[in-house]
């Protein structure tokens, strides 16, 4: 059993834990990605393909897959995910599994709008949201919404073009500015279906950060959350965070997986404000607080092939062990001394 991870990027502890999955197996880990970076080259075999929206994309890892026998493809990046999701049956045909949950799921998860009515129609605290600058200032002057305020890309992620802004003056120098980001960076592409309406502007929660990986298997049935607390972020990506037990939590993340449907991993972030959770985003893929995960105890790649294989759910790959602290290390690394 072979399996493809794309959109790889700096992910190299990803192809690492693929790899010990699949070590009983005599499988390999292959990496795709638009560029040459190290984590591809920890990968058995990689291939670099064209860029994500390029017509013939599809077609390369198609036919990637066919030459190297690949049994299992993921995606690890958002922009990556609709595209994969539409082109599913296409995989199927030729005996490809691709765990990505369907269009519709990605479509609420990478539209922050549309992950913001999500949360509302499932009575989901979260964050009140705006989808354009005047109906932001009319709730200002009614006095229903006060600074500071988040403005951020609808079709983010990471930390690209998100601001704090503290006044009205601040307000409209930072929408500007994000909806100019967006038009110079990759988020062009999934903003490029409504650019006008692509700046959100959001109530600031302030408090302790938490990150949910809320586990459904590949019928959508929910498995269980691991729960963590995030001490410390870096661009926008957890970077050193605890491992925790909260029934508030779970709970939560029980009620998101059945409203949702997702499958697999469903990365979430949540702010506490006065003993109330609020849901901030939801990304439909391994996130930066897998690792936390994996290093207490979790084995998700091991559980997605038993999955691929029999279907059933084994406790041991989906239990976390509580009260563990891990964080992320920085290594320079050489990756062709020759290029």
């Known amino acids: ?106 479509d609420i998860c990478n539209d922050k709008w549309k992950t913001y009515n999500f949360l509302l129609d499932s009575n989901i605290p979260t964050p009140k949201t705006f989808l354009s600058l005047s109906s932001a200032e009319g709730e200002i002057k009614k006095h229903l919404l006060s600074f500071p305020l988040i403005v951020k890309p609808r079709w983010g992620m990471g930390s690209i073009g998100i601001y704090k802004a503290d006044s009205l003056d601040e307000l409209k120098i930072f929408y500007s500015k994000v909806k100019n980001e967006i038009q110079s960076t990759y988020l062009k592409y999934e903003s490029a279906v409504d650019l006008e309406q692509s700046v959100l502007i959001q109530q600031y929660i302030s408090g302790k950060e938490y990150g949910l990986e809320i586990v459904n298997d590949l019928h959508s049935n929910y498995i269980t959350t691991f729960c963590k607390q995030k001490i410390a972020m870096r661009s926008g990506e957890t970077d050193q965070a605890l491992t925790i037990k909260n029934e508030t939590l779970s709970k939560l993340g029980e009620s998101l997986a059945k409203e949702l449907k997702h499958i697999c991993i469903l990365d979430t972030d949540c702010l506490e404000q006065n003993g109330q959770f609020y849901v901030l985003e939801m990304n439909a893929r391994f996130g930066g607080q897998y690792p936390f995960s994996h290093l207490a105890g979790v084995d998700m790649p091991r559980q997605i092939i038993e999955w691929v294989i029999s279907g059933s759910t084994l406790k041991k790959y989906v239990t976390l062990k509580e009260n563990v602290l891990s964080c992320k290390d920085i290594q320079p690394t050489v990756i062709n001394d020759e290029y």
Do not use: H
């Not at 292959?30 to 080259?41: D, I, L």
């Not at 291939?47 to 890892?61: C, F, G, M, R, V």
């Not at 990046?77 to 799921?105: C, M, R, T």
């Open 1 to 106: 059993m072979n399996i493809l991870l794309t959109s790889v990027g700096r992910r190299t502890y990803l192809i690492d834990y693929f790899k010990d999955a699949l070590s009983e197996f005599n499988g390999k880990v292959f990496a795709a990605n638009s560029v040459k970076t190290y984590a591809v080259t920890q990968a058995d075999s990689y291939i670099i393909t064209p860029e994500i929206y390029a017509d013939n994309y599809i077609d390369s890892l198609l036919k990637y897959c066919k030459d190297n026998q690949v049994k299992i493809i993921i995606s690890l990046f958002d922009i990556d995910l609709p595209i994969l999701a539409k082109n599913k049956e296409l995989f199927s045909d030729i005996g490809v599994w691709v765990i990505i949950s369907s269009p519709d799921v990605i």
